[in-house]
């Protein structure tokens, strides 16, 4: 099959799992402390306000976003409620969650809390190397100089915060399930069997990770900056709040071009910053959470075929 025709499917690391999503599904498949795989399986909630607009260039990405952080909030919560807990214990903390609140209350409220902290976590990562860039302005004193400081500290902070929530051995775990995911769709997207065998010997890297999205906001909000004034300072933060959601949009363009091109042996190499950036984001999976992953994949494959569309 060419892969033009085949349907695009993304995924997420969670803990001890991996959740795929397609055209219609999202499904997890985790691995339990009895070494059993369970599954989580959720229908993608349409709405024709949002579908159209996730055909729009430059504001399809902010959706995408939005939709991933909702979608992704659902399983990282089945996974974090079952991690250390016996299965045999699941029907008593299944009767007491019920008993706490209504299974819509608790999708909202979790809903509104991955956006609120995808956000939240946004402004602090724009915000706070303005400030500091601002107080090297004695040293760097121009717009350029000011814009290529601030993007500089950044990344620093970008790289440095993942470089130590790696050395932690749950984030560990973590990251080698986000290497799985990867090794999975890679096979898919080569026509390699979905078999532990075949799905290590595929990369762990992927041009459509969010790790090279979060990359390339870094790399396009500089060059957006360019454009605007960096003083004063009060302008130069409602300039960077305003900015946001046109940094993501661009950002998520780029994305998909980079996935676009990465067969032309020269265009190639417009994504290889995202995928250096991966080597801290991903890391080699053992053939246990490999298993998982391939679980969680044909899992998603079978509902998907089952669905009418």
Not at 56 to 66: E, K, L, S, T
Not at 149 to 173: A, G, M, N
């Amino acid at each position: 099959m060419k892969e033009k025709e085949r349907a695009i499917y993304g995924g997420q690391a969670i803990v001890e799992g991996v959740m795929f999503g397609g055209k219609k599904h999202t499904v997890s498949a985790i691995r339990r402390n009895d070494h059993s795989i369970q599954y989580f399986e959720e229908p993608i909630q349409t709405n024709p306000t949002m579908q159209k607009l996730k055909k729009v260039p430059f504001v399809r990405g902010v959706v995408a976003i939005i939709q991933a952080s909702i979608n992704g909030s659902k399983h990282l919560n089945f996974s974090t409620e079952r991690y250390g807990i016996d299965p045999n214990d699941d029907e008593q903390v299944a009767l007491e969650r019920e008993n706490q609140k209504s299974t819509i209350a608790t999708y909202i409220g979790i809903s509104v809390l991955a956006v609120l902290s995808f956000l939240v976590g946004k402004v602090i990562f724009t915000l706070v190397p303005v400030l500091l860039a601002a107080t090297l302005r004695p040293f760097f004193e121009t717009d350029v100089q000011q814009v290529i400081v601030e993007s500089i500290i950044k990344l620093l902070f970008l790289l440095t915060y993942i470089y130590l929530v790696s050395l932690t051995p749950f984030i560990k775990r973590v990251f080698q399930y986000h290497g799985a995911e990867h090794k999975v769709i890679n096979a898919f997207e080569n026509n390699v069997p979905l078999t532990v065998e075949g799905v290590r010997s595929q990369s762990r890297l992927h041009y459509r990770c969010g790790s090279s999205f979060i990359l390339f906001t870094v790399i396009v909000g500089m060059f957006i900056y360019f454009l605007v004034p960096t003083s004063p300072l009060w302008l130069r933060i409602v300039d960077r709040l305003l900015l946001i959601p046109v940094v993501l949009g661009i950002s998520f363009e780029v994305l998909q071009l980079t996935n676009k091109v990465r067969h032309i042996p020269v265009l190639k190499w417009v994504g290889y910053p995202g995928l250096w950036l991966q080597l801290l984001t991903t890391k080699e999976p053992s053939d246990d959470q490999i298993e998982v992953s391939i679980a969680s994949f044909n899992r998603l494959l079978e509902i998907e075929k089952n669905t009418k569309i």
